[in-house]
Nanobody
Framework: QVQFVESGGALVQPGGSLRLSCAAS????????MSWYRQAPGKERELVAS????????NYADSVKGRFTISRDNAKNTLSLQMNSLKPEDTAVYYC????????????WGQGTQVTVSS
C-alpha cells in the first residue's frame, strides 16, 4: 500500500518558520520525483515544489520561491519542506505526493498537514 504521512504543520505567526515532513512507503522512493502540494479552503490543490529522484533539480511555485526549500532523504524515504518567512497566504493543508501508479490509478493522497499562518 502506497502511503504518504505528512507531519509538522502548526499555527505560526507571519514571518515565522516551519519544517514539514513526509514519510513515504509502499514504493521505491528513490525512483520518483516527489512533490509538495497545498490546498487552501475553497481553492484547488496547487503544486508548491518538486524535487527529482536524485535531488539534482528542484522547482518551486513563484509564490514560494526564495522562501521554501524542498529536500529529500532517499535513505530514510522522507521528504521535507522548510518554510521560512511565512505569510497568511501560505495557510493551507500541505500534502506530499509521488506519481506512483498502481494499476491504472495513481496513489491516493494522504491526509495532509495543516499550516495556519495568522496573528
Amino acid at each position: 500500500q502506497v502511503q504518504f504521512v505528512e507531519s509538522g504543520g502548526a499555527l505560526v505567526q507571519p514571518g515565522g518558520s516551519l519544517r514539514l515532513s513526509c514519510a513515504a512507503s509502499g514504493f521505491t522512493f528513490s525512483n520518483y520525483v516527489m512533490s509538495w502540494y497545498r490546498q487552501a479552503p475553497g481553492k484547488e490543490r496547487e503544486l508548491v515544489a518538486s524535487i527529482t529522484s536524485t535531488a539534482g533539480r528542484t522547482n518551486y511555485a513563484d509564490s514560494v520561491k526564495g522562501r521554501f526549500t524542498i529536500s529529500r532523504d532517499n535513505a530514510k524515504n522522507t521528504l521535507s519542506l522548510q518554510m521560512n518567512s511565512l505569510k497568511p497566504e501560505d495557510t493551507a493543508v500541505y500534502y506530499c505526493f509521488a506519481p506512483v501508479l498502481r494499476g491504472i490509478h495513481f496513489a491516493s493522497w494522504g491526509q495532509g498537514t495543516q499550516v495556519t499562518v495568522s496573528s
